[in-house]
């Protein structure tokens, strides 16, 4: 069983920056995920690190802004977000589970979930 916990989101104005946590227990050397939803719309993935960090993957519209990360030490992955846009305003969940790299953006295959941190961008 693993608990996920995020932290981080938060106010800040367009082009700022936040840095998101997603603290996690138990059994932790798992594949992670960030991903992104907006009530009444499909859970949007955002990005992936697999067990050891040596991998990542992006979406096209956080390609070059975001960067994910991973500290195994303190069981806890990282969102950088920087040029932050009105549209990246919404609720950020983590995840984590036994992926297969080639299904990283796929939510379904994530077996574990946070509650989830707003951000909120204003323009």
């Known amino acids: 069983q693993v608990q996920l916990v995020e932290s981080g989101g938060g106010l800040v104005q367009a082009g700022g920056s936040l840095r998101l946590s997603c603290a996690a227990s138990?059994?932790?050397?798992?594949?992670m995920g960030w991903f992104r939803q907006t009530p009444g719309k499909e859970r949007e993935f955002v990005a992936a690190?697999?067990?050891?960090?040596?991998?990542?993957s992006y979406a096209d519209s956080v390609k070059g802004r975001f960067t994910i990360s991973r500290d195994n030490a303190k069981n806890t992955m990282y969102l950088q977000m920087n040029s932050l846009k009105p549209d990246d305003t919404t609720v950020y969940y983590c995840?984590?589970?036994?992926?297969?790299?080639?299904?990283?953006?796929?939510?379904?295959?994530?077996?574990?979930w946070g509650q989830g941190t707003q951000v909120t961008v204003s323009s």
């Open positions: 138990g059994r932790t050397l798992y594949s």
């Open positions: 995840a984590a589970g036994g992926v297969p790299w080639a299904l990283v953006g796929t939510s379904g295959q994530y077996n574990y």
């Open positions: 690190i697999n067990w050891n960090g040596g991998s990542t």
